[in-house]
T-cell receptor, first 111, second 112 residues
């Protein structure tokens, strides 16, 4: 089963607002990844994090790899309607080749 | 550049029929390959992953099986589909060693 706890489950925000979502785990992860999925399509990679404490930006998106290696957050600034979708965190455990996903955060942006 | 192909895009199959979904990767060698299932409105459940030809790790006991006959080919199969096998099936690849994974476009399977 899944080992990542992602929250919130869903968010309804106004266009222009900032968004924050996070993932936590009881296990130490070597890699944290954030994906976005549009309806009927495969997830698309947004940001990849490889080092504890790492803070990485991709346009209006910023993500951080927690110091404890057990958590990560994703922030979206100045949201726009095309940010609508489901955002997933994913992680790889140490010495492991599989990749686990959080349950997703469904984002709705109202114009 | 690397690309991943997954087919078919949609599939409607009767209960009890067999299943074969195929995934191929181009532009890389010896990738890690993954099969995930996503129920409607839910997260991704890891079904199988493979680190090499003929090497399959199963995460969830179920009605499905996977095979990797070639380095860049990953197949998801079932001998007899159940209604509960309906879902969105996603294939992904990575270079392993804690690197990012890239997904195919998915196959929406409806078992009727």
């Amino acid at each position: 089963g899944q080992q990542l706890n992602q929250s919130p489950q869903s968010m309804f925000i106004q266009e222009g607002e900032d968004v924050s979502m996070n993932c936590t785990s009881s296990s130490i992860f070597n890699t944290w990844l954030w994906y976005k999925q549009d309806p009927g399509e495969g997830p698309v990679l947004l940001i990849a994090l490889y080092k504890a404490g790492e803070l990485t930006s991709n346009g209006r998106l910023t993500a951080q790899f927690g110091i404890t290696r057990k958590d990560s957050f994703l922030n979206i600034s100045a949201s726009i309607p095309s940010d609508v979708g489901i955002y997933f965190c994913a992680g790889q455990l140490r010495n492991n080749n599989d990749m686990r996903f959080g349950a997703g955060t469904r984002l709705t942006v109202k114009p | 550049s690397q690309t991943i192909h997954q087919w078919p895009a949609t599939l409607v199959q009767p209960v009890g029929s067999p299943l074969s979904l195929e995934c191929t990767v181009e532009g890389t060698s010896n990738p890690n390959l993954y099969w995930y299932r996503q129920a409607a409105g839910r997260g991704l459940q890891l079904l199988f992953y493979s680190v090499g030809i003929g090497q399959i790790s199963s995460e969830v006991p179920q009605n499905l099986s996977a095979s990797r006959p070639q380095d860049r080919q990953f197949i998801l199969s079932s001998k007899k589909l159940l209604l509960s096998d309906s879902g969105f099936y996603l294939c992904a690849w990575s270079l392993g060693g804690n690197t990012e994974a890239f997904f195919g476009q998915g196959t929406r399977l409806t078992v009727v």
